[in-house]
Nanobody, 121 residues
Framework: QVQLVESGGGLVQAGGSLRLSCAAS????????MGWYRQVLGKQRELVAT???????NYADSVKGRFTISRDNAKNTVYLQMNSLKPEDTAVYYC???????????????WGQGTQVTVSS
């Protein structure tokens, strides 16, 4: 199986920065896209940013220019650098990865357990 373990969440004042990390481990043949999503209680989970194995990135409009996604393929790890944080960025942030556990099998989506980010005004 595949496990995604996130770290780096916490409490920060508006205008501050946090860096989230997510490491994938287990039976991994390859990882295609990795990404970050966030969810506020009572609302749908929304995309924050994604990155392909080749480094192509995609961002939600609300975080463009403030957040940067990156990955270390050798470590099966994805990062989210969050700058100029706003109270509306407060949410549980989830890591996602599209993983092949064997070359002949299709990829499956895996999720981390989530890490809380709270931005105070």
């Amino acid at each position: 199986q595949v496990q995604l373990v996130e770290s780096g969440g916490g409490l920060v004042q508006a205008g501050g920065s946090l860096r989230l990390s997510c490491a994938a481990s287990g039976t991994i043949f390859s990882i295609n896209a990795m990404g970050w999503y966030r969810q506020v209680l009572g609302k749908q989970r929304e995309l924050v940013a994604t990155i392909t194995s080749g480094g192509s990135t995609n961002y939600a409009d609300s975080v463009k220019g403030r957040f940067t996604i990156s990955r270390d393929n050798a470590k099966n790890t994805v990062y989210l650098q969050m700058n100029s944080l706003k109270p509306e960025d407060t949410a549980v942030y989830y890591c996602n990865a599209a993983v092949k556990i064997f070359s002949l099998l299709p990829e499956n989506n895996y999720w981390g357990q989530g890490t809380q980010v709270t931005v105070s005004s």
